[in-house]
């Protein structure tokens, strides 16, 4: 019987606000005393920045475990997989990181016709774009719904491989090309490229369900690397600009295999205030010199795209709901020193929705552009955070901007990151013990 439960030591880090809360970082942290770190959902839409050795790498596809030597790495069912970024990841890191990395049969393959076809339905949509990251990520996830999507597992089978992807492709180039006047793609030279990949792919594909669940009997921990954050959720998320996976705890489950006893604590990453890319309410939007001091001193470009994110201040309401929907146990908050300086910070703590106070989101998300952000303010300090280590080396102001944060979104904040090395990083409690 290997599945008989132990204590929890599953641990679930996801984003709580719109992504690129810092997550790549704080996996990377408690990486090392890990046993094995899973990626659960999303694709080579995420970039998880992680410092090693001093050098920067945005990891899009791997889980962020893979820089740590010895940390099994899995990739779950509930991954869209795109496998020229794989190769093209696991050739950067060096090291013989794929003997550690073992893939789910089950993961939804993205292909270049995904590709062609999220690309042409943003150009064609004009003002009603998503602004997603252009990887393919909704056609593939859309084609995992409809039943028709290639699995990783399929890729053992070359001649059903071949027919079932001219079936699928067939279907997204009379689309590509009928409905948005784009160019078609040829499905054997896609076959012929997928299927020269397997072979490589061949000794990581394993029952990623079945390593979990040993794991979790042999008491050994696991990180739960969530991609994205609970406000871009397929279901919670501010719909319809939203990615197309389940960021929030659920997903770690259904997107892996895993055991529910398996986890023992759900981490809520969020920015000392918010960012968002793409498009989309975002209540507490500056657009502004403030906005722009944010952006400049958080260095807010997206980590996939390159893209400018939209900066404004701690939406505690936001935070609330994304964390209650999301079963959050504690928080862990990043960047606050790129508010070292600032006058006066502000915190939203709820809105003004038809013409009432709410502290929640409003029950249908697509009135939250309506959601007027109700602020309260506290004074910023002066001193610099940066590299901070110890929690009574932070500034009184800081540290009562932090109170103030917890008290609002009603959990403790265990983990303060103040810079973007590993080392910069204020842990009050450690998830995994001492
Ligand atoms: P998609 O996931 O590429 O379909 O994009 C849908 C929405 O999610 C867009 O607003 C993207 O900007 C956003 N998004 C996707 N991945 C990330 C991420 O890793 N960080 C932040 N936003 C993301």
């Known amino acids: 019987m290997i599945d008989a439960p132990t204590s929890a030591r599953g641990i679930v880090l996801i984003g709580a606000q719109w992504g690129d809360e810092g997550k790549g970082k704080v996996v990377d942290l408690l990486a090392g005393r890990c046993d094995a770190v899973v990626r659960f959902q999303g694709g080579h839409n995420a970039g ?3 410092i090693d050795d001093g050098r920067t790498r945005v990891l899009h596809l791997l889980p962020s475990g893979i820089l740590c ?9 509930g991954v869209a997989l795109y496998l020229p970024q794989l190769f093209k990841e696991l050739e950067s890191i060096s090291g013989g990181g794929e003997k550690r990395l073992f893939i ?10 995904h590709i062609a076809l999220d690309q042409a339905r943003e150009r064609h949509a004009g003002r009603g774009r998503i602004g997603t990251t252009g990887r393919g990520i909704g056609p593939a996830y859309e084609d995992r719904a409809a039943r028709r999507a290639l699995r990783a597992g399929e890729l053992f089978a070359p001649r059903e491989f071949r027919q079932r992807l001219r079936s699928a492709m067939s279907l ?10 784009a160019e078609p793609l040829d499905p054997d030279r896609i076959a012929d490229q997928w299927l020269g990949m397997a072979e490589e792919l061949r000794p990581m594909i394993d029952d990623i369900g079945i390593r979990l669940r040993r794991l979790h009997a042999e008491g050994g921990s696991v990180l739960f690397e969530g991609a994205q954050g609970a406000m871009l959720d397929i279901d919670h998320g501010t719909y319809p600009y939203v990615t197309s996976s389940s960021t929030v705890t659920a ?6 295999g895993a055991r529910l006893e398996q986890i023992g604590e759900v981490i809520g990453v969020v920015k000392a ?10 209540p507490t939007e500056l657009n502004d010199e403030t906005g722009e001091q944010l952006a400049r001193e958080g260095a807010e470009f997206g980590a996939t795209t390159g893209r400018p994110r939209r900066c404004g201040w701690f939406d505690a309401a936001a935070v609330r709901s994304a964390a209650q929907c999301a079963s959050v146990g504690s928080l862990c908050i990043t960047k606050l020193d790129v508010l070292d300086g600032l006058e006066t910070l502000r915190i939203c703590i709820g809105y003004r929705f038809e013409g009432r106070n709410i502290d929640t989101l409003p029950p249908f998300m697509d009135r939250y552009a309506d959601c007027e952000p109700r602020y309260e303010e506290c ?14 080396d932070l500034p009184v102001r800081a540290r009562a901007y932090i109170r103030r944060l917890e008290e609002l979104v009603g959990l403790e904040a265990c983990i303060i990151s103040t810079g973007p090395a590993r080392e910069q990083t204020v842990i009050r409690r450690h998830p995994l013990g001492h």
């Not at 997204?172 to 006047?181: Q, T």
């Not at 004074?379 to 009574?392: D, I, K, N």
């Open 48 to 50: 998880h920045t992680v």
């Open 69 to 77: 030597a010895g940390v099994e790495c899995l990739i779950g069912n």
């Open 104 to 113: 789910s049969p089950g993961c939804p393959l993205i292909l270049p016709s």
């Open 172 to 181: 997204h180039n009379f689309m590509l090309e009928k409905y948005y006047g």
């Open 251 to 256: 997903g770690a489950l259904a997107g892996s």
């Open 273 to 282: 205030y918010t960012t968002r890319v793409g498009e989309g309410p975002f």
């Open 379 to 392: 004074e910023g300090w002066q001193e610099s955070t940066c590299g901070a280590t110890r929690w009574e």
